[in-house]
């Protein structure tokens, strides 16, 4: 059961519709669920490979960017730190990205946890800190 795209070329959303069998290709989206135009274009979707999480690791350990990575410059980290998330397929939510955002900006991991002091609290017991959790 394939999963087709399609853009409304009205409005321009993108919409992934399911599909049980070839023979409703044609007829599976009627309308844009944004702004209702009939006007839809089907996409070439991407192709996406099913692969374990110790593939997923074992293929960022070899990457060539993972030898580049100087955990005392703060954007090297919050590079790394995207291109592992983004490898492991994980949504890890808008803590995650701000974070990563103020390290690619060269900001100090001790000056985002005094920024941030809600991140210390979820360490454990009150005496580790952001910077002493990330092990490299």
Known sequence: MPIY??????????????????????TAVS??????????RRLVSRVAVLRSEESRLDNLSQSP???DLDENDPRS????MRQMSREMGEDLG????????RLEAGESPES????MPSLGGELGSGSESFSDDMDF
């Not at 980290?77 to 790394?80: A, E, Q, S, T």
């Not at 808008?94 to 955002?101: A, K, L, Q, R, T």
């Open 5 to 26: 795209e399609y853009r409304c070329n009205q409005c321009g959303r993108r919409t992934s519709v399911l599909v049980r069998n070839v023979a409703e290709r044609d």
């Open 31 to 40: 309308h844009c669920p944004r702004c209702g135009s009939t006007d839809l």
């Open 65 to 67: 960017s993972f030898g």
């Open 77 to 80: 980290m919050g590079r790394w």
């Open 94 to 101: 808008p803590e995650f990205d701000e974070v990563v955002g």
């Open 112 to 115: 985002i946890e005094e920024k």
